[in-house]
């Protein structure tokens, strides 16, 4: 019983470094990092029924005035939404590549460049409409933060290779 009680705590720290290390982005010279990656699935025919305000806010958003159907069929889709801090004011460049359940192994590329970067940044990513019906959902991704050309920080999905 005794060894219990020493090795819980143990373990517990061990985890905790464990998972708080894999989540986290890999930042290179402090010029800037990426501090969260949203994405977001907007399924067709998929209704999300809860009492939760975020998650109906999330869809209710995204279907803001939609009328005819195929507004609905064009806002289906992945959002991914990134959040990146600098450390000084300036250009940057995110890039996003992924892989579509339809394609295989292959993979695609969007890039946003803000000339005029804030300490304290947001950056929209949309795979939707045709893209989303002929290629299919996401399987995984991998977003990276370029500055002066460079990859400063980079957080991808599990799946992604």
């Known amino acids: 019983m005794k060894r219990y009680r020493i090795l819980t705590p143990c373990l517990a720290a061990v985890l905790a470094a464990f998972f708080a290390a894999s989540c986290a982005s890999t930042p290179k010279g402090g010029v800037g990092t990426i501090t969260k990656v949203n994405p977001y699935h907007l399924r067709p025919g998929e209704r999300i029924q809860t009492e939760d305000r975020m998650i109906r806010f999330e869809q209710q958003h995204r279907l803001h005035g939609a009328i005819t ?16 801090k600098l ?15 339809n394609t295989g192994p292959t993979i695609f590329t969007k890039e946003t460049t803000v000339s005029d970067a804030g300490h ?3 950056t ?9 019906r002929q290629n299919g959902p996401i399987t995984s991704w991998r977003v990276t933060l370029l500055v002066g050309g460079e990859a400063v920080s980079e957080n991808k999905s599990f799946l992604w290779k």
Do not use: C, I, P
């Open 69 to 84: 159907s195929e507004d609905f069929l064009s806002r289906f889709g992945h959002y991914v939404t990134v959040f990146w």
């Open 120 to 122: 304290n940044n947001t």
């Open 87 to 101: 450390e000084q004011k300036g250009a940057a460049t995110v890039r996003l590549e992924y892989t579509q359940a």
């Open 124 to 132: 929209e990513f949309q795979v939707v409409g045709e893209e989303y």
